[in-house]
């Protein structure tokens, strides 16, 4: 972690300490630092790579909010709708109550590349009749 944002500016003491102790709840779930990028955490699994991102955005700088902005990335476009919104609902779940936020984006726009219809926390976490531990992707997140 280094006290700089996405753009280049120093971030101040507290608030760097604030994003530090996100960082480290969030590597004792198996998110790791990325190399090129600092403050930007990621967690990979076969089909799919989740980040949280604790640099900041233009339109929310981290110094107004401290919370990692948490996104997704699918590396096999053929998995089931229902699939991919299983695996970011249990990902959420695992997370447990560590500081996050979603962009925008995700809730409200589709995901172009991804085919993904818009995203509203009250449809992400309704699984469907069959409830939650039964149908294909489940139990499939182990960090690899």
């Known amino acids: 972690m280094e006290p700089?944002?996405?753009?280049?500016?120093?971030?101040y003491p507290r608030v760097f300490q604030r994003?530090?102790?996100?960082?480290?709840?969030?590597t004792d779930h198996g998110y790791q630092e990325t190399r090129s990028k600092p403050n930007l955490l990621r967690c990979h699994y076969h089909h799919v790579t989740f980040w949280a991102d604790l640099r900041g955005t233009?339109?929310?700088?981290?110094?107004?909010?401290?919370?990692a902005l948490w996104y997704w990335q699918f590396h096999d476009a053929t998995l089931?709708?229902?699939?991919?919104?299983?695996?970011?609902?249990?990902?959420?779940?695992r997370l447990g109550n560590i500081p996050r936020r979603l962009s925008r984006e995700v809730i409200y726009n589709p995901d172009t590349t991804d085919e993904m219809p818009p995203m509203r926390m009250d449809n992400l976490f309704y699984i469907g009749s069959?409830?939650?531990?039964?149908?294909?992707?489940?139990?499939?997140?182990?960090?690899?």
């Open 58 to 67: 233009t339109e929310v700088y981290i110094w107004e909010d401290t919370r």
């Open 80 to 93: 089931p709708l229902l699939v991919r919104k299983r695996m970011i609902a249990m990902e959420w779940l």
């Open 130 to 144: 069959h409830g939650w531990g039964e149908g294909p992707g489940w139990g499939q997140l182990n960090p690899g």
């Open 4 to 11: 700089i944002d996405k753009f280049g500016n120093t971030i």
């Open 19 to 26: 994003m530090c102790l996100i960082a480290a709840r969030l």
